[in-house]
């Protein structure tokens, strides 16, 4: 513990909703929340964990792209070969912001541990076009 904080390792989890059959991964930085996941749906929790152990093999040559959306505010991406392999979940008001959340994910994913267990999620709305295509 630091300063009475408990503190939590990050992890990578794999997950799917219970109205599809593909899976995600997700890391979920050490304050909870998630950070980034997967630009493409899976097809199996072999795959998935396939990806995780590529990712963190190749995250330090991935290339960071930083973008402003139609709402000004900033998103992250990171790229092989101009190919989205991880996105930063949610935005930020700030580029700096982005930056940092990018920076975090590139620090934290050769560190974090995967979780074992395929979690399940209700999903609460219809999921978007884009995350429908499945990586091959």
Do not use: H
């Not at 998935?48 to 960071?64: D, F, H, N």
């Amino acid at each position: 513990m630091k300063g009475g904080m408990r503190t939590v390792a990050p992890v990578f989890q794999i997950y799917r909703f219970s109205d599809d059959d593909v899976v995600w991964w997700r890391l979920v930085s050490p304050n909870g929340r998630g950070l980034a996941r997967c630009t493409l749906a899976l097809p199996n929790l072999e795959a998935a964990r396939a990806s995780v152990e590529s990712v963190r093999a190749s995250v330090e040559s991935l290339v960071p792209v930083l973008r402003l959306t139609d709402t000004y505010r900033w998103r992250w991406l990171l790229t092989e070969d101009d190919v989205p392999v991880v996105q930063g979940i949610g935005d930020q008001d700030r580029r700096v912001r982005c930056a940092n959340a990018c920076r975090a994910f590139v620090l934290l994913a050769p560190i974090a541990a995967v979780d074992p267990v395929l979690a399940t999620f209700r999903r609460t709305a219809a999921a978007p076009v884009t995350a429908r295509r499945t990586a091959r």
